[in-house]
Protein backbone atom coordinates (compact mmCIF):
# COMPACT_ATOMS: atom_id res chain seq x y z
CA UNK A 1 0.00 0.00 0.00
CA UNK A 2 2.77 2.69 0.66
CA UNK A 3 4.37 1.41 -2.09
CA UNK A 4 1.95 2.54 -4.25
CA UNK A 5 1.64 5.65 -2.52
CA UNK A 6 4.62 6.55 -3.20
CA UNK A 7 4.29 5.50 -6.56
CA UNK A 8 1.53 7.93 -7.36
CA UNK A 9 2.58 11.15 -5.48
CA UNK A 10 5.99 10.54 -7.87
CA UNK A 11 3.79 10.08 -11.00
CA UNK A 12 1.98 13.37 -9.57
CA UNK A 13 5.18 15.36 -9.34
CA UNK A 14 6.47 14.09 -12.81
CA UNK A 15 2.77 15.47 -14.37
CA UNK A 16 3.23 18.63 -12.70
CA UNK A 17 6.77 19.31 -13.52
CA UNK A 18 6.18 18.39 -17.26
CA UNK A 19 3.32 21.05 -17.29
CA UNK A 20 5.40 23.51 -16.08
CA UNK A 21 8.49 22.85 -18.57
CA UNK A 22 5.68 23.01 -21.27
CA UNK A 23 5.36 26.68 -21.14
CA UNK A 24 2.04 27.40 -20.96
CA UNK A 25 1.13 30.79 -21.49
CA UNK A 26 -0.94 33.09 -17.97
CA UNK A 27 -4.35 32.64 -19.91
CA UNK A 28 -4.61 28.98 -19.69
CA UNK A 29 -2.98 27.83 -22.96
CA UNK A 30 -0.02 27.45 -24.62
CA UNK A 31 -0.09 30.04 -27.12
CA UNK A 32 3.27 30.79 -28.53
CA UNK A 33 2.16 34.69 -29.71
CA UNK A 34 1.29 35.57 -26.29
CA UNK A 35 4.79 34.92 -25.11
CA UNK A 36 6.06 36.79 -27.93
CA UNK A 37 4.22 39.82 -27.58
CA UNK A 38 4.92 39.29 -23.31
CA UNK A 39 8.83 39.04 -24.18
CA UNK A 40 8.35 42.33 -26.50
CA UNK A 41 6.53 44.05 -24.28
CA UNK A 42 8.66 43.23 -21.73
CA UNK A 43 11.71 44.54 -23.68
CA UNK A 44 9.96 47.45 -25.15
CA UNK A 45 9.87 48.52 -21.23
CA UNK A 46 13.02 48.48 -20.49
CA UNK A 47 14.08 49.84 -23.83
CA UNK A 48 12.23 52.66 -22.79
CA UNK A 49 13.96 53.14 -19.47
CA UNK A 50 17.42 52.52 -21.14
CA UNK A 51 16.53 55.57 -23.29
CA UNK A 52 15.91 57.92 -20.43
CA UNK A 53 18.93 57.44 -19.02
CA UNK A 54 20.31 57.98 -21.93
CA UNK A 55 21.43 54.59 -22.96
CA UNK A 56 20.54 54.82 -26.78
CA UNK A 57 22.16 52.36 -28.38
CA UNK A 58 21.16 49.58 -25.61
CA UNK A 59 17.99 51.28 -26.24
CA UNK A 60 17.89 50.35 -29.71
CA UNK A 61 19.33 46.90 -29.77
CA UNK A 62 15.86 46.05 -27.30
CA UNK A 63 13.91 47.82 -29.76
CA UNK A 64 15.10 45.24 -32.46
CA UNK A 65 14.49 42.22 -30.46
CA UNK A 66 11.12 43.38 -29.53
CA UNK A 67 9.95 44.24 -33.22
CA UNK A 68 11.53 40.74 -34.60
CA UNK A 69 9.37 39.15 -31.50
CA UNK A 70 6.19 41.25 -32.87
CA UNK A 71 6.55 39.97 -36.25
CA UNK A 72 5.78 36.03 -35.20
CA UNK A 73 3.52 37.48 -33.14
CA UNK A 74 0.92 39.01 -35.64
CA UNK A 75 1.72 36.45 -38.01
CA UNK A 76 0.41 34.07 -35.75
CA UNK A 77 -2.82 36.04 -34.04
CA UNK A 78 -2.88 39.07 -37.02
CA UNK A 79 -5.60 42.08 -36.46
CA UNK A 80 -4.11 42.50 -32.64
CA UNK A 81 -4.70 46.81 -32.10
CA UNK A 82 -1.95 45.84 -29.21
CA UNK A 83 0.70 43.57 -31.40
CA UNK A 84 0.25 46.38 -34.02
CA UNK A 85 0.71 49.50 -31.63
CA UNK A 86 3.90 48.29 -30.02
CA UNK A 87 4.87 46.96 -33.70
CA UNK A 88 4.41 50.54 -34.20
CA UNK A 89 6.61 52.04 -31.57
CA UNK A 90 9.37 49.52 -32.09
CA UNK A 91 9.73 50.93 -35.53
CA UNK A 92 9.13 54.54 -34.85
CA UNK A 93 12.10 54.17 -32.27
CA UNK A 94 14.32 52.52 -34.94
CA UNK A 95 13.69 55.42 -37.32
CA UNK A 96 10.78 53.86 -39.45
CA UNK A 97 8.10 56.34 -39.47
CA UNK A 98 6.39 55.04 -42.68
CA UNK A 99 6.06 51.53 -41.66
CA UNK A 100 5.31 52.44 -38.45
CA UNK A 101 2.20 54.87 -38.83
CA UNK A 102 1.55 51.94 -41.52
CA UNK A 103 0.83 49.54 -38.30
CA UNK A 104 -0.53 52.44 -36.23
CA UNK A 105 -3.76 53.02 -38.51
CA UNK A 106 -3.98 49.32 -38.76
CA UNK A 107 -4.05 49.26 -35.06
CA UNK A 108 -6.76 52.06 -35.19
CA UNK A 109 -8.65 50.12 -37.82
CA UNK A 110 -8.99 47.12 -35.91
CA UNK A 111 -9.34 49.93 -32.46
CA UNK A 112 -10.15 53.53 -32.80
CA UNK A 113 -10.20 54.79 -29.12
CA UNK A 114 -7.16 52.60 -28.24
CA UNK A 115 -5.05 55.19 -26.36
CA UNK A 116 -1.57 53.83 -26.76
CA UNK A 117 -2.20 53.78 -30.49
CA UNK A 118 -3.99 57.38 -30.47
CA UNK A 119 -0.90 58.56 -28.57
CA UNK A 120 1.91 57.11 -30.06
CA UNK A 121 0.39 58.07 -33.87
CA UNK A 122 0.21 61.77 -32.13
CA UNK A 123 3.94 61.65 -31.45
CA UNK A 124 4.94 60.18 -34.85
CA UNK A 125 3.00 63.17 -35.65
CA UNK A 126 4.67 65.73 -34.30
CA UNK A 127 7.97 64.10 -35.03
CA UNK A 128 7.36 64.46 -38.36
CA UNK A 129 6.14 68.29 -38.39
CA UNK A 130 2.71 67.02 -39.18
CA UNK A 131 1.09 68.74 -35.44
CA UNK A 132 -2.03 69.26 -37.14
CA UNK A 133 -2.35 65.33 -37.11
CA UNK A 134 -0.93 64.95 -33.55
CA UNK A 135 -4.05 67.94 -32.63
CA UNK A 136 -6.52 65.04 -34.03
CA UNK A 137 -5.04 62.37 -32.08
CA UNK A 138 -5.23 64.42 -28.99
CA UNK A 139 -8.82 65.26 -29.69
CA UNK A 140 -9.65 61.17 -29.75
CA UNK A 141 -8.14 60.92 -26.10
CA UNK A 142 -9.28 64.36 -24.33
CA UNK A 143 -11.49 62.09 -22.80
CA UNK A 144 -9.95 59.37 -21.28
CA UNK A 145 -8.32 60.78 -18.36
CA UNK A 146 -5.34 59.12 -18.95
CA UNK A 147 -1.52 59.74 -18.69
CA UNK A 148 -1.48 59.47 -22.88
CA UNK A 149 -3.69 62.45 -23.19
CA UNK A 150 -1.25 64.35 -20.74
CA UNK A 151 1.68 63.34 -22.15
CA UNK A 152 0.96 63.88 -26.10
CA UNK A 153 -0.41 67.17 -25.05
CA UNK A 154 2.79 68.05 -23.18
CA UNK A 155 4.31 66.84 -26.42
CA UNK A 156 2.21 69.08 -28.67
CA UNK A 157 2.48 72.07 -26.37
CA UNK A 158 6.66 72.09 -27.14
CA UNK A 159 6.26 71.98 -30.90
Same mark, same amino acid.
Given at each position: ????????????????? $?? $???????????????????????????????????????????????????????????????????????????? $????????????????????????????????????????????????????????????????
Amino acid at each position: MKKNFILIFIFCLMLTS $YS $YSAGTSGSGGSDASSSNYDKASSLIKRAKKLEKKGKIEKAKKRYEKAFKLLVISNKKKPNNADTLNYLGFAERKLG $YYEKAENHYLEGLAIEPNHTGINEYLGELYVITNRVDLAKERLEVLKNCNCEEYDELKELIEKN
